[in-house]
């Protein structure tokens, strides 16, 4: 790095070497002289929590803050995820110094995300741990990651609306309450209508942990149940998706599955560059290797630290994970040893779990998402008041026939304007006496210019 930094500066002018000398100073200065950084991370809830690390804290102390602050105690399956300025994602490695990491100028943003799915979510030991999945699954598929049929789609929005609103009820959910819900990136009426029937009739009496568990276990049966997806292309330049889940390696292209590799299939997983290379041994000992190019050599390598090391059935011990080094094959300078319990050893771990069940918050996005709307439609009718009130007002100024106000008067009908359309817009039940006021408004217009 220190070299390419030399070239550079040699074919600078004298000013452009001096500017360029002063702000990598200038930068690293302020950053030394900072013991302190503000740092938030995002919950999985949608809610931030805020806090301070220390110049020289690793990855492992964040970590362990937001595990305290969740009470959460099967941590092996989340991790702290960041994206740096150009736009490519990086778990956050426990080992290491957080602000070393950090490629961007403090405050540090980040999230808390599920990085390693469980292969069978109701096997987890607390129900802490699965609510904290379910929202992850649940983001899933509202950004489209986790694809199904229209029938499980159904199934699952369905399942998300009795854990967050309760059971059906006439008198608090009307005609067509299931579309102020966001549960697909998009979704078609008859959709929403099947979602609601499935409500009203299948799933009364159902508890939020119920619907939750039950939105988890058919979740966990579909093709891409655990998908993060990392774009890339094939050999023949097709777009594609790699992706690890905890059954095995999945390469999708468009909404189709094109290769599923089970784990004990998976012989070898290498990156050289921007090129991942798959070995892999299949029935009656065929050998094939697949191979796909990331866009960038940081996310090839972020690609490769995603595997989930600790699913592969083989490994009894985390001592067993080799460390990988990059000789030859991998970055120069690239070496990265996985610090985590593999599966054995974090179902034995949970199993020593002995404490009272922690209390949940649960935080129902959707549900916020629709008191939003009424807000805004509360907010609109608030536009009617003062659009009447400004129209009164300047009504009576504009009758003293004095060209100021009525200059006053045509500026603020172009703001009323506005106000109107985006009142209209939002079908705000005053709607028809808008209508009349804005015809009203139009000849007072007429009449103040002719003044004019």
């Known amino acids: 790095m220190d070299k390419l930094v030399y070239v550079s500066l040699c074919y600078c002018t004298p000013d452009q070497f001096s500017e360029k000398m002063l702000s990598r100073f200038m930068s690293g200065s302020i950053r030394n002289l900072e013991r302190e950084y503000n740092c938030t991370v995002r919950l999985l809830d949608d809610t931030e929590y805020t806090c301070t690390i220390q110049r020289d804290a690793k990855g492992q102390y964040l970590f362990d803050l937001i595990c305290h602050h969740l009470n959460l105690l099967e941590k092996d399956y989340f991790g702290i995820r960041y994206v740096d300025p150009d736009k490519q994602r990086h778990w956050l490695e426990v080992t290491k110094s957080i602000p070393k990491q950090m490629k961007s100028q403090p405050p540090f943003t980040m999230c808390l995300r599920v990085k390693f799915y469980p292969p069978d979510p109701a096997a987890l030991k607390e129900e802490i741990t699965r609510y904290l999945v379910f929202l992850q699954i649940k983001r899933d598929l509202y950004h489209g990651r986790l694809l199904c049929k229209t029938s499980d789609a159904a199934m699952l929005a369905a399942h998300i609306l ?63 149940y655990g998908v993060d997806p990392h774009p890339c292309k094939d050999v023949s330049g097709n777009p594609a998706f790699l992706a690890f889940t905890p059954f095995g390696f999945v390469v999708l292209q468009g909404n189709k599955r094109v290769h599923f590799l089970k784990w004990h299939e998976v012989t070898k997983l290498k990156f050289e560059g921007k090129t991942f290379h798959i070995y892999a041994n299949q029935k009656e000992d065929k050998k094939i290797i697949l191979t796909y190019f990331a866009p960038t050599p940081e996310a090839c390598k972020h690609l ?78 608030v536009n009617c008041t003062v659009y009447c009130m400004i129209y009164m007002c300047v009504c009576f100024s504009v009758s003293l026939c004095l060209p100021v106000c009525a200059y006053l008067y045509v500026c603020v009908n172009v703001c009323v304007f506005v106000c109107v359309f985006a009142c209209v817009h939002a079908h705000c039940p005053h709607s028809p006496l808008m209508y009349a006021l804005v015809f009203c408004t139009s000849r007072h217009l007429e009449i103040v210019l002719s003044i004019v």
Not at 177 to 197: C, G, M, N, T, V
Not at 201 to 211: A, D, K, W
Not at 325 to 354: C, D, H, P, T
Request: some cysteine.
């Open 162 to 224: 009795q854990a967050e609103i309760g059971d059906y009820d006439p008198g608090k959910h009307p005609e067509g309450y299931s579309s102020k819900f966001q549960f697909f990136p998009k979704h078609s009426e008859k959709l929403e209508r099947r979602i609601a029937d499935i409500h009203k009739t299948e799933l009364i009496g159902q508890t939020p942990e119920t619907s939750e568990l039950n939105f988890l276990q058919k979740a966990q049966s579909l093709e891409t």
């Open 304 to 381: 490769w630290k995603s595997l989930p090391v600790t699913h592969p059935p083989q490994l009894e011990k985390s001592s067993q994970v080799r460390t990988v080094s990059s000789s030859n094959l991998f970055f120069k300078g690239s070496r990265f040893r996985y610090s985590g319990r593999v599966a054995k050893e974090v179902m034995e771990q949970s199993a020593k779990i002995k404490r009272e069940p922690p209390e949940i918050h649960r935080y129902a996005a959707s549900t916020f998402r629709e008191s939003i709307h009424h807000l805004r439609d509360q907010l609109m009718c």
